[in-house]
């Protein structure tokens, strides 16, 4: 009777660990994706800039001001995909 308690004691701890791995790989999984979002951001918010400096199309405060708000809407989707 004690070895079945202790075997199936055995097979819940053991159940409640692959559960939290299995959590584990998920939020990490998520984190990267969301770091992934906000560097692509990044480098898309400098191109962006860059071609509104170059062409001339704003004023440099307007561009950087867009540069901003795009950086700000991928910190958002990486929230989004993170939480």
């Known amino acids: 009777m004690k070895s ?6 055995g ?13 584990a ?3 990490a999984h ?3 994706e969301a770091r992934d979002t906000r560097q ?7 191109q962006e800039k ?8 704003k004023s440099n ?5 867009d540069k901003r708000q795009s950086k700000q809407d991928g910190r958002q989707e990486a929230r989004d995909i993170k939480y």
């Not at 097979?11 to 959590?23: F, K, N, P, R, V």
């Open 4 to 9: 079945h308690i202790a075997v199936f004691t």
């Open 11 to 23: 097979l819940i701890l053991l159940a409640g660990g692959l559960i939290t791995t299995a959590q």
């Open 25 to 27: 790989t998920e939020q």
């Open 30 to 32: 998520q984190r990267r």
């Open 40 to 46: 692509d951001t990044r480098q898309d918010a400098r």
């Open 50 to 57: 860059r071609e509104c400096v170059v062409g001339n199309d």
């Open 61 to 65: 405060h307007e561009c950087r001001q």
